[in-house]
Protein backbone atom coordinates (compact mmCIF):
# COMPACT_ATOMS: atom_id res chain seq x y z
CA UNK A 1 0.00 0.00 0.00
CA UNK A 2 1.22 3.57 -0.84
CA UNK A 3 1.36 5.56 2.22
CA UNK A 4 1.92 9.13 3.05
CA UNK A 5 5.50 9.82 4.97
CA UNK A 6 6.05 13.37 6.71
CA UNK A 7 10.02 14.47 7.16
CA UNK A 8 10.65 17.63 8.79
CA UNK A 9 14.15 18.55 9.20
CA UNK A 10 15.28 19.77 12.35
CA UNK A 11 18.28 20.88 14.72
CA UNK A 12 20.24 18.40 16.76
CA UNK A 13 19.28 20.12 19.55
CA UNK A 14 17.97 18.59 23.10
CA UNK A 15 14.15 18.98 23.12
CA UNK A 16 14.03 18.97 19.79
CA UNK A 17 11.81 16.08 19.07
CA UNK A 18 9.61 16.20 22.39
CA UNK A 19 8.58 19.35 20.92
CA UNK A 20 7.32 18.12 17.73
CA UNK A 21 5.97 15.17 19.36
CA UNK A 22 4.51 17.12 21.89
CA UNK A 23 2.53 19.39 19.24
CA UNK A 24 1.09 16.40 17.12
CA UNK A 25 0.11 14.98 20.62
CA UNK A 26 -1.64 18.00 21.26
CA UNK A 27 -3.89 18.14 17.91
CA UNK A 28 -4.74 13.98 18.55
CA UNK A 29 -2.66 13.15 15.92
CA UNK A 30 -1.36 9.89 16.20
CA UNK A 31 1.76 8.70 15.16
CA UNK A 32 2.12 4.88 13.37
CA UNK A 33 5.94 4.75 12.24
CA UNK A 34 8.62 7.04 13.26
CA UNK A 35 12.76 7.24 12.16
CA UNK A 36 15.13 9.94 13.20
CA UNK A 37 18.70 10.48 11.36
CA UNK A 38 21.06 12.45 12.26
CA UNK A 39 24.38 14.28 11.72
CA UNK A 40 26.47 16.61 14.32
CA UNK A 41 23.77 18.87 13.17
CA UNK A 42 20.93 18.55 12.17
CA UNK A 43 18.63 15.35 11.87
CA UNK A 44 15.08 14.10 9.47
CA UNK A 45 12.76 13.12 11.26
CA UNK A 46 10.71 10.70 9.00
CA UNK A 47 7.07 9.44 10.38
CA UNK A 48 3.78 7.97 9.56
CA UNK A 49 0.83 9.53 11.08
CA UNK A 50 -2.85 9.11 10.98
CA UNK A 51 -3.27 12.38 9.59
CA UNK A 52 -0.65 13.50 7.56
CA UNK A 53 -2.39 16.71 5.61
CA UNK A 54 -3.12 17.53 9.20
CA UNK A 55 0.57 17.17 10.77
CA UNK A 56 2.17 19.01 7.51
CA UNK A 57 0.27 21.76 8.19
CA UNK A 58 0.79 21.78 12.03
CA UNK A 59 4.31 22.00 11.87
CA UNK A 60 4.92 24.14 9.10
CA UNK A 61 2.34 26.71 11.10
CA UNK A 62 4.83 25.91 14.15
CA UNK A 63 7.66 27.07 11.95
CA UNK A 64 9.25 23.36 11.44
CA UNK A 65 10.17 22.48 7.20
CA UNK A 66 7.58 19.23 6.64
CA UNK A 67 6.85 17.65 3.76
CA UNK A 68 4.91 14.80 2.46
CA UNK A 69 6.71 11.56 0.31
CA UNK A 70 5.19 8.83 -1.04
CA UNK A 71 6.19 5.81 0.70
CA UNK A 72 5.39 1.73 0.91
CA UNK A 73 3.75 -0.02 3.77
CA UNK A 74 4.49 -3.70 3.38
CA UNK A 75 3.07 -6.01 5.92
CA UNK A 76 5.53 -8.88 6.60
CA UNK A 77 5.80 -12.09 8.86
CA UNK A 78 7.53 -11.94 12.39
CA UNK A 79 9.99 -14.59 11.22
CA UNK A 80 13.38 -15.23 10.13
CA UNK A 81 14.00 -14.51 6.71
CA UNK A 82 10.89 -12.39 5.89
CA UNK A 83 12.52 -9.37 5.11
CA UNK A 84 15.47 -10.86 3.48
CA UNK A 85 12.48 -12.38 1.25
CA UNK A 86 11.27 -8.62 0.41
CA UNK A 87 15.27 -7.26 0.02
CA UNK A 88 16.14 -9.93 -2.27
CA UNK A 89 13.15 -9.06 -4.45
CA UNK A 90 13.94 -5.59 -4.75
CA UNK A 91 17.32 -6.54 -5.47
CA UNK A 92 16.21 -9.24 -8.28
CA UNK A 93 14.14 -6.60 -10.22
CA UNK A 94 16.41 -3.39 -9.35
CA UNK A 95 14.79 -1.57 -7.83
CA UNK A 96 16.78 0.67 -5.17
CA UNK A 97 16.08 1.00 -1.67
CA UNK A 98 16.41 4.75 -0.12
CA UNK A 99 16.00 3.58 3.36
CA UNK A 100 13.55 1.73 5.50
CA UNK A 101 12.15 1.01 9.06
CA UNK A 102 9.92 -0.13 11.32
CA UNK A 103 6.20 0.81 11.64
CA UNK A 104 4.78 0.89 15.75
CA UNK A 105 1.85 -0.72 13.98
CA UNK A 106 0.83 -3.76 16.25
CA UNK A 107 0.09 -6.51 14.38
CA UNK A 108 -0.39 -10.52 15.60
CA UNK A 109 2.60 -12.46 14.39
CA UNK A 110 3.73 -9.52 11.76
CA UNK A 111 5.99 -6.36 10.94
CA UNK A 112 4.97 -3.68 8.51
CA UNK A 113 7.76 -2.14 7.53
CA UNK A 114 8.23 1.31 6.12
CA UNK A 115 10.43 1.37 2.59
CA UNK A 116 11.28 4.47 0.06
CA UNK A 117 12.42 3.25 -2.63
CA UNK A 118 13.32 5.17 -5.96
CA UNK A 119 10.03 4.25 -8.35
CA UNK A 120 7.17 3.83 -5.29
CA UNK A 121 4.85 2.64 -8.50
CA UNK A 122 7.06 0.24 -9.44
CA UNK A 123 8.19 -1.21 -6.57
CA UNK A 124 4.64 -1.58 -5.28
CA UNK A 125 4.06 -3.70 -8.72
CA UNK A 126 6.69 -5.81 -7.93
CA UNK A 127 5.31 -6.83 -4.44
CA UNK A 128 1.81 -7.49 -5.47
CA UNK A 129 2.86 -9.43 -8.67
CA UNK A 130 5.51 -11.71 -6.09
CA UNK A 131 2.98 -12.15 -3.24
CA UNK A 132 3.75 -10.22 -0.10
CA UNK A 133 0.56 -8.27 1.29
CA UNK A 134 0.91 -4.62 1.42
CA UNK A 135 -0.22 -3.52 4.29
CA UNK A 136 -4.15 -3.09 4.87
CA UNK A 137 -3.63 0.11 7.00
CA UNK A 138 -1.33 2.31 8.67
Not at 8 to 28: C, H, P, Q, V, W
Not at 48 to 65: C, H, Y
Request: overall charge negative; aromatic content about 4%.
Amino acid sequence: MIIKQISIFMENSAGRLADITELLADAKINLRAISVADTADFGILRMVADKPDEAVTLLKNAGFTARETDVIAVEVPDKPGALARIMGLFRDQGIDIEYLYASLEHKVNKAVIVVKVADVATGLRVLKDHGPNTAPSL
